[in-house]
């Protein structure tokens, strides 16, 4: 089973719905965000920056330039990480931005795995 975090917002890349770290970085830069919650935003991406690798593959093309249209999702073993991405979401749900969690056992292609995540191409009937 894999999670997935993602809001509304359409990411132009993937051509999904936005995960956390997108929505975080928009909120975190705008002026309506206390120091406090921007401190928090700033805490948890700096957790996931020391204990998650950025995947070196996001395109099913191995070709230098191939599009990134790859998405994220966590492997439900990686409860902690599970748990920092929910500290995220309550920080966003207080600004009335809807958070949603989805779960698939199809997430797609895989194009990139390690101990916690998996970046998949998704398959046409992949929610995402």
């Not at 929505?23 to 975190?28: D, E, F, K, M, Y």
């Not at 805490?43 to 230098?64: A, C, G, H, M, Y």
């Not at 500290?87 to 797609?108: K, M, Q």
Request: proline share 5%; aromatic share 10%; hydrophobic share 40%.
């Amino acid at each position: 089973m894999f999670i997935r975090f993602v809001v509304s917002q359409i990411d132009p890349d993937s051509g999904v719905r936005q995960g956390l770290y997108q929505a975080a970085a928009r909120l975190r830069d705008s002026p309506e965000i206390s120091a406090a919650d921007r401190d928090l935003l700033d805490e948890i991406n700096d957790w996931f920056s020391k204990n998650l690798e950025k995947p070196t593959q996001l395109s099913i093309s191995r070709r230098p330039h191939g599009k990134a249209q790859a998405i994220s999702w966590f492997k439900a073993s990686a409860a902690t990480h599970i748990q920092r991405m929910r500290e995220f979401a309550r920080v966003l749900e207080s600004h009335d931005i809807a958070v949603e969690t989805i779960t698939s056992r199809r997430p797609g292609y895989i194009v990139y795995e390690d101990e916690f995540q998996i970046a998949a191409y998704p398959f046409r009937d992949t929610t995402t």
